[in-house]
């Protein structure tokens, strides 16, 4: 069978508040960054995107952050929903190879009804 | 519409005995990708297309084999099948452009090892 996996950060929200999923990426020459959904048994869902010469994009409910000089990137969620609950991760394109992404570790939100 | 399709969604294979899995996308993408997923992380690359040419990940275990007949079709056969290959297998595909990597994914298949 499957080995353990690891325990992924939990973020646990009520309904109706706004979530923020944050993640830190390795490479200062990232220049595009992903955040993927990913509900259980499903494959990754691509929801919003940025380049490196934006600080902030915004989609439906989504905002995505990124602070460069910290190597930060951030999820906002607002008015977090029971569908919303799911494994978030983001992805960096790799600097070497623009047809890979390199992975964060994921973070699992519960939306509490 | 589904647009990257994986076949079978479920997979049952003896230890040891070779297995193929399918993958088929609607978007004429030249890149496609296979993952290895195992519970609480991050999809692994195996490795990926880029219209025929073939790119291994160093770490990925010769155990793993991948075909790719045409842009539509991309399998991934996995030779002698371990108790730990047992995981979600993802296939997914972009343009492979310099503008944007966004990938999309299939549902993936789940390999159960018995």
């Known amino acids: 069978g499957e080995s353990v996996g690891l325990h992924l950060p939990t973020l646990s929200v009520q309904e109706g508040d706004n979530s923020i999923i944050n993640c830190a990426y390795s490479n200062s020459a990232s220049d595009y960054f992903i955040w993927y959904k990913q509900e259980s048994g499903k494959g990754p869902q691509f929801i919003i995107d940025?380049?490196?010469n934006m600080d902030k994009r915004q989609g439906q409910r989504v905002t995505v952050l990124l602070n460069k000089t910290v190597k930060h990137l951030s999820l906002q969620i607002a008015a977090t929903q029971p569908g919303d609950s799911a494994v978030y991760f983001c992805a960096e394109r790799d600097a070497g190879n623009n047809r890979k992404l390199i992975w964060g570790l994921g973070t699992s939100l519960a939306v509490n009804p | 519409d589904a647009m990257v399709i994986q076949n079978p969604r479920y997979q049952v294979t003896q230890f040891g005995k070779p297995v193929t899995l399918s993958c088929s996308q609607t978007l004429n993408h030249n890149v496609m990708y296979w993952y290895q997923q195992k519970s609480s992380q991050a999809p692994k690359l195996l490795f990926h297309?880029?219209?025929?040419?073939?790119?291994n990940e160093a770490d990925t275990p010769d155990n793993f084999q991948s075909r790719r007949p045409n842009t539509s079709f991309c399998f991934l056969d996995i030779r002698s099948p371990g108790l730990g290959d047992a995981a979600m297998y993802l296939c997914?595909?972009?343009?492979?452009?310099?503008?944007?990597?966004?990938?999309?994914f299939g549902q993936g298949t789940r390999l159960t090892v018995v």
């Open positions: 997914a595909t972009s343009r492979g452009n310099r503008g944007n990597t966004e990938a999309f």
């Open positions: 940025i380049r490196s």
């Open positions: 297309y880029y219209d025929k040419d073939f790119n």
